[in-house]
């Protein structure tokens, strides 16, 4: 079944397919007949029925209602969407999305020293009401294009007992390193994979003040976000859609969906950015000084002239940091084997055989405990 849209009357998509359903006679919709078949198909893999077909009514809802009728304020103006996010049980909410917030974006050629960070977690044991998690910190340094330092991983581990608690924990790791590279080189700029909200109270928000009055040069680059629309929609998807519509696949800027200078607890400013003709479109969080200090499509023209022809639309330094940090099955299976060597796993009631004991589901486990298989 190949899908393909259909104009309706008003000019929104509507889905259908190129196949009827036959045995299904009393089924007059081609829009219908598609869905069930749909349906059938994702049942066929696994999924509950019911729960397909309220997952399309609800995500047909959200759209309803970011395409429908036109609303008006009450000066009988068209009323836009504006965007909002919920931060730690507070919602902070942005201007109305105007196209008067595009502009292009063009590369700006600089020398301008970058450092990229970042770090990934994966869990080494988990132990029930705790869990050990390590995680590898890649970093490196760039002069504008040109390399000039990958920094050798560095590993942490740590003992945690919730995600938040393990989030929070990941971020701090990645700020110290940035804090460190900062305290010897000022006026750098900063790139983070993830962000710049962090807990209040965390070590994580403590560490990116510091790396802030260290240096506010700091700029970060999520792969997704939480920050919606009044209407329902994804603010970044839409602030996409309406910038292709704009400029026709070529490289814009968005700013601001949010902004504040206590936002964070620093001062943040959040934008979206599309940096390559054809690529996707990314939310870009920077400080309020940066905010302050430089446009937007200018820190994005910097941030496109860090791309190749490896990573269009996206800054050349965080994609090489990212693949530098990742932690592979085989590292992970080399340092579970070394850190139950040094809890003593090989002594009774030690306590690296009461973790292993509690870590159920692991070959590890059969492996020390019952001389492994084979």
Not at 120 to 148: H, P, Q, T
């Amino acid at each position: 079944m190949l899908p393909f849209y259909l104009r309706t009357t008003v000019g929104r998509p509507l889905v259908g397919c190129f196949t009827e359903v036959p045995s299904l006679p009393f089924i007059k919709s081609k829009k219908y007949s598609c869905l069930v078949a749909g349906v059938a198909l994702l049942e066929k893999a696994g999924y509950l029925g019911a729960d397909v077909e309220m997952l399309v009514e609800r995500v047909n809802e959200i759209y309803r209602k970011s395409g429908g009728a036109v609303q008006l304020t009450l000066l009988g103006e068209p009323a836009r969407p504006y965007p909002y996010a919920r931060f730690e049980g507070v919602v902070v909410r942005g201007p109305p999305v105007s196209e008067s917030r595009f502009r292009a974006v063009e590369e700006v050629p600089h020398r301008e020293l970058v450092y990229a960070v970042d770090a990934a977690a994966r869990v080494l044991f988990d132990a029930g009401s705790f869990k050990i998690v390590s995680a590898k910190v890649a970093a490196g340094a760039w002069r504008g294009v040109e390399r000039v330092k990958i920094f050798d991983p560095v590993k942490r581990v740590r003992v945690v007992e919730s995600l938040d608690e393990a989030g929070d924990w990941l971020a701090e790791v990645e700020l110290e390193a940035a804090l460190r590279f900062a305290k010897e080189n000022p006026g750098a700029l900063i790139l983070l994979d993830r962000p710049l909200f962090f807990r209040s109270g965390s070590r994580a928000r403590r560490v990116f003040k510091a790396l802030v009055e260290r240096d506010w040069r700091v700029v970060g680059i999520p792969k997704s976000s939480s920050i919606r629309l009044s209407s329902g929609e994804s603010a970044v998807g839409y602030v996409a859609r309406l910038g292709n519509r704009l400029f026709k696949g070529l490289p814009w800027a968005y700013y601001p969906l949010l902004e504040g200078e206590r936002l964070g607890g620093v001062g943040l400013g959040v934008g979206a950015a599309r940096l390559s003709p054809d690529a996707a479109a990314f939310r870009v969080d920077v400080t309020w000084e940066l905010a302050v200090r430089a446009d937007f499509d200018y820190l994005a023209g910097m941030l496109a002239y860090l791309q190749d022809f490896t990573s269009p639309g996206y800054p050349l330094p965080l994609k090489i940091v990212h693949n530098l940090s990742r932690i592979s099955d085989d590292e992970l299976s080399m340092d579970r084997e070394l850190l139950l060597e040094e809890l003593g796993v090989g002594r009774a009631e030690s306590a690296g055989r009461r973790l292993l004991e509690d870590s159920g589901g692991s070959e590890f486990k059969s492996k020390y405990l019952w001389g492994g298989v084979g």
